[in-house]
């Protein structure tokens, strides 16, 4: 669906292959919208009801489960690296792309194992016409809080990122019994790095670093610019040997990093400190206890790993 402030328009396109029926939608609306009908009027309270784009999508699936009934709904937009399945997939499918004033906001198709008739497909344009704004805003929204949970120099999420993902991993750790493992990084002698070449190597030097921690990450570690030249990884669902298994090689890999900035060539080291969630753990005593075995490492020479024992 294509909404902008051009002449009302609506191009439809149906295709057909065997068992799948697949329409793609592009709508053109008056900026004000002021020809919705009821119905959409009354989704689109609902929907404005929440920023968050998850549950924007959940309460648009139950609004068009009311209307036109069906198996399953997802919402695509590649450009912001989102997906959202809701349902198992059925044969005949209709598929919409989603632009407001020339700006692409992902694509929706809803599917199930009958095919849609044109009454349905009116009723799921006019649906669709009533998300289109309270997801721009959703969308706005997420960028927004990704913004202000994003460090602007190595692209990681920063310390208020941090302070919120703590809680909730060390409340599922809690209350499920879920692995957690904190590894705290600092850069060794970066100080010296600042004060003889300058912030602008300084800041090149945390880039290579960042990027170098990112090709060691699996998909369910968390990484976090802690502040200045410290790192914090959650580690979730691993166990301490893994944690140290992990760190070490991270270590080992920072280590041989070549630095080659504009003719300045360094030899970059880290120090790890390592701790493991125990019972009755909260994220202050978690931290606390890295930030301790991260000294250690400082004070036993710097470039190793320390971890705390196996309770």
Avoid at 4 to 15: G, L, V, Y
Avoid at 61 to 79: F, G, I, K, Q, W
Avoid at 164 to 176: F, G, M, N, P, Y
Avoid at 241 to 256: P, W
Wanted: aromatic residues 8%.
């Amino acid at each position: 669906m294509t909404t902008s402030t051009e002449p009302m328009a609506n191009i439809t396109d149906i295709s057909n292959s065997p068992g799948v029926q697949s329409s793609r939608l592009m709508i053109s609306y008056p900026e004000n919208m002021t020809d919705v009908t009821n119905m959409s009027i009354h989704v689109m309270g609902v929907l404005q009801s929440t920023l968050e784009l998850e549950k924007l999508i959940e309460l648009f699936d139950d609004e068009m489960s009311a209307v036109v009934p069906h198996d399953h709904l997802c919402y695509e937009n590649p450009e912001e690296n989102i997906k959202f399945d809701l349902g198992k997939t059925g044969r005949h499918s209709s598929s919409y792309s989603l632009v407001l004033f020339g700006k692409n906001m992902g694509a929706l198709t809803i599917s199930r194992n009958t095919k849609f008739v044109d009454v349905e497909i009116e009723k799921i344009e006019s649906l669709i016409s009533a998300l289109i704004y309270p997801l721009r805003n959703a969308l706005l929204y997420k960028q927004a809080v990704e913004k202000a949970y994003n460090d602007p120099l190595t692209g990681l999420n920063n310390r208020a990122a941090f302070d919120k993902s703590i809680e909730q991993e060390v409340d599922l750790a809690t209350r499920h019994g879920h692995s957690l493992s904190l590894m705290m990084l600092d850069l060794d002698r970066f100080k010296q790095i600042n004060d003889n070449y300058g912030h602008i190597v300084g800041d090149a030097v945390l880039k290579s670093f960042a990027d170098c921690i990112m090709e060691c990450m699996r998909s369910s570690d968390i990484v976090f610019r802690y502040g200045g030249e410290e790192f914090v990884i959650l580690l979730r669902n691993t166990e301490l040997a893994g944690a140290i298994l992990l760190a070490e090689r991270m270590r080992k890999n920072i280590e041989n990093m070549k630095f080659d900035y504009n003719n300045v060539k360094l030899n970059i080291s880290v120090s790890i400190g390592l701790s493991h969630f125990r019972e009755g753990d909260d994220r202050f005593t978690l931290v606390e206890r890295a930030d301790k075995l991260l000294y250690k490492a400082k004070e036993n020479g710097r470039n190793q790993v320390v971890a705390e024992s196996k309770s």
